[in-house]
């Protein structure tokens, strides 16, 4: 039997101030699969990844992600399900490296051992008691990706996941989206170019928030 897609938007519509950011998108993403957007700036990408991980709401058309109906359900359930890696990370800066971790384990009653095994792979241990306001931007990046392997999400929303990486830590983002894809995890992140990993299963193209190439 056919696994059903993680996601589908059918004409979505989402508005901003009155403006519509995304202008009717429709597309179907299947499980255990990385899809990348790319575009210029002002295209939609984000828009999308926010519509997708319930943070934003829809406005017109049709769209279901996780079971959760966009427009009728409680995106509150969503977004327990969806990990989202932004351009500003959610941490405190006058918590360590690894007192952020369990605090936010704590919170999402995630489970305190899964913390040292997810820093030591982003190359994060050896700072685990190094308060996070003297971490260098790469370095929260790396911490925002250890989050997420210890949260484990069904969805993973990457909003420019390169950003603010040196080669080293592009490297191993590209390692990681091959694992989490293999366990079973569906990824969507945006980039202004397609990511360099050889598992995107598909490309699509936004301009003017909509969907104007897809492969």
Not at 70 to 94: K, N, Q, T
Not at 166 to 174: N, W
């Amino acid at each position: 039997m056919t696994a059903p897609p993680v996601a589908e938007l059918e004409e979505a519509v989402v508005l901003t101030g009155g403006f519509p950011v995304l202008a009717g998108v429709t597309l179907r993403l299947e499980p255990a699969t990385l899809t990348v957007v790319v575009g210029a700036n002002g295209a939609g990408k984000t828009s999308l990844l926010r519509l997708l991980g319930g943070l934003d709401p829809l406005s017109r058309g049709r769209g279901v992600v996780a079971g959760v109906d966009l427009a009728r359900g409680d995106r509150r359930v969503l977004r327990r399900r969806v990990g989202w890696l932004g351009h500003e990370g959610s941490f405190y800066d006058d918590l360590s490296v690894e007192e952020n971790l369990h605090f936010a384990c704590r919170a999402l009653d995630r489970p305190l051992a899964d913390v040292a095994p997810a820093l030591a792979r982003v190359g994060l241990a050896e700072r685990s008691r190094t308060t996070t306001r003297r971490l260098s931007a790469g370095q929260r990046r790396r911490l925002a990706l250890a989050w997420l392997l210890v949260r484990r999400p069904e969805i993973w929303l990457l909003d420019e996941p390169y950003a603010s990486l040196d080669d080293a830590g592009r490297a191993l983002l590209d390692e990681l989206l091959v694992d989490v894809v293999a366990a079973g995890a569906t990824v969507v992140a945006s980039a202004h170019d397609p990511l360099r990993t050889t598992q995107a299963r598909r490309t699509l193209t936004l301009a003017g928030g909509r969907v104007v190439a897809s492969s």
